[in-house]
């Protein structure tokens, strides 16, 4: 499995439990209660320390990797999702009532395009988390992949080639991100930043 497919599958998990997640907290009270000290303390834990724990867990092979990339996504999607949503104008929900907006048609109308701003922020950091954690993995456990390119040419003193593979995880990190502010400007063309650019 190469790096573009890890941080794909592991980003596209972390993306789904993340909303999955901040939709939960942000709609009961008792789960928030429940949950959001242990997700904030264990979101203090470097995610390369929890490495060991996924390999002992599930060996050698790419898996602990995408899960630990999934990890480092969802804490990002999940907060995003958590304070878009507790973020929302009131005038947003009186809107609703008014015009007689509830149940699913509420937040496929007013609350889902709502946070879209938010989340798309969260989803262009996570992109930056889940290429770092990837590369940073591949330091530990790996032998193929840009992160296993920088170490391995360090250790035979090719500088050359570890400045290639710095470059192109930097190129990576740039496109990724790129893309979903393309994505972001077309789906929310809304949100204040959009906006102030469209009059610009």
Same mark, same amino acid.
């Given at each position: 499995?190469?790096?573009?497919?890890?941080?794909?599958?592991?980003?596209?998990?972390?993306?789904?439990?993340?909303?999955?997640?901040?939709?939960?907290?942000?709609?009961? %009270?008792?789960?928030?209660?429940?949950?959001?000290?242990?997700?904030?303390?264990?979101?203090?834990?470097? %995610?390369?320390?929890?490495?060991?724990?996924?390999?002992?867990? *599930?060996?050698?092979?790419?898996? =602990? %990797?995408?899960?630990?990339?999934?990890?480092?996504?969802?804490?990002?999607?999940?907060?995003?999702?958590? @304070?878009?949503?507790?973020?929302?104008? !009131?005038?947003?929900? @009186?809107?609703?009532?008014?015009?007689?907006? /509830?149940? *699913?048609?509420?937040?496929?109308?007013?609350?889902? !395009?709502?946070?879209?701003?938010?989340?798309?922020?969260?989803?262009?950091?996570?992109?930056?988390?889940?290429?770092?954690?990837?590369?940073?993995? @591949?330091?530990? /456990?790996?032998?193929?992949?840009?992160?296993?390119?920088?170490?391995?040419?360090?250790?035979?003193?090719?500088?050359?080639?570890?400045?290639?593979?710095?470059?192109?995880?930097?190129?990576?990190? *740039?496109?990724?991100?790129?893309?979903? %502010? *393309?994505?972001?400007?077309?789906?929310?063309?809304?949100? =204040?930043?959009?906006?102030?650019?469209?009059? @610009?």
């Amino acid at each position: 499995m190469d790096d573009r497919r890890a941080i794909l599958l592991g980003y596209l998990l972390g993306l789904v439990t993340g909303v999955a997640t901040g939709t939960f907290l942000a709609l009961s %009270k008792v789960i928030r209660f429940a949950l959001e000290p242990l997700l904030s303390a264990i979101y203090t834990i470097p %995610k390369l320390a929890i490495l060991p724990l996924l390999l002992l867990i *599930f060996g050698l092979g790419e898996l =602990p %990797k995408v899960l630990l990339i999934a990890l480092g996504v969802y804490f990002v999607i999940w907060v995003s999702v958590l @304070e878009g949503i507790e973020d929302l104008p !009131p005038t947003y929900s @009186e809107a609703a009532k008014i015009f007689g907006i /509830n149940g *699913f048609a509420r937040w496929r109308h007013v609350i889902i !395009p709502g946070i879209l701003p938010s989340l798309f922020t969260g989803m262009r950091i996570a992109l930056g988390t889940s290429v770092l954690i990837a590369v940073g993995t @591949e330091f530990v /456990n790996g032998d193929q992949g840009i992160g296993f390119r920088i170490w391995h040419s360090w250790s035979l003193f090719q500088s050359e080639q570890m400045y290639v593979g710095i470059v192109v995880a930097a190129f990576m990190g *740039f496109a990724l991100t790129w893309i979903v %502010k *393309f994505i972001a400007a077309r789906v929310a063309p809304w949100a =204040p930043r959009q906006a102030r650019r469209r009059s @610009e």
